[in-house]
């Protein structure tokens, strides 16, 4: 069965919608194949986004990953990197579809609600960056 990586990012965990964001997953059929609350470290934020380190906004991003606690998940179902995607709506708030993720909880480009991986190559490193075997279920 097919996995990707979700991050609730800091803005979404300190506007206390985590509870409605797992369960938009588990709505769509998705199961929650893994989760915990975690707070990511500056070496950790600059790894896990080293792809966009020659981005302008790379700075922001990794001060904003770290500004508070995230909650990490691996969510498993059929087509389960896509559909997440499609949960949660374009990057910038303003040109996702109503009833997505991002419409309903995000603010803005950079403050974004969630992250979720954008291949099946990228979920794999990406959950194997947060959990151990043992904590996939
Ligand atoms: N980002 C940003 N400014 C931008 C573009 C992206 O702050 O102009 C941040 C935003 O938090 C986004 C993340 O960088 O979620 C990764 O960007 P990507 O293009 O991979 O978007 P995503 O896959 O998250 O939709």
Same mark, same amino acid.
Request: glycine share 6%.
């Given at each position: ?37 975690? %707070?990511?470290?500056?070496? =950790?934020?600059?790894?896990?986004? /080293? $792809? &966009? ?5 790379? @700075?922001?991003? #990794? ?38 993720? %991002?419409?309903?909880?995000? =603010?803005?480009?950079?403050?974004? /609600? $969630? &992250? ?5 190559? @990228?979920?794999? #490193? ?12």
């Amino acid at each position: 069965m097919e996995q990707t990586l979700s991050i609730i990012k800091p803005d979404a965990v300190a506007k206390n919608v985590v509870g409605q964001i797992l369960a938009r997953f588990e709505a769509a059929g998705l199961r929650i194949a893994a989760t915990k609350k975690t %707070r990511l470290s500056r070496v =950790d934020a600059e790894a896990f986004y /080293a $792809v &966009h380190k020659d981005r302008p906004f790379f @700075n922001d991003l #990794v001060e904003f990953m770290i500004s508070g606690p995230v909650v990490v998940s691996v969510l498993e179902g059929e087509n389960a990197m896509a559909k997440n995607r499609e949960l949660m709506g374009a990057t910038n708030p303003k040109e996702a579809e109503p009833g997505t993720i %991002r419409a309903d909880f995000a =603010d803005s480009i950079d403050a974004n /609600a $969630v &992250h979720g991986s954008d291949s099946l190559e @990228n979920a794999a #490193v990406e959950i194997s960056f947060f959990f151990a075997q043992r904590e996939i279920h």
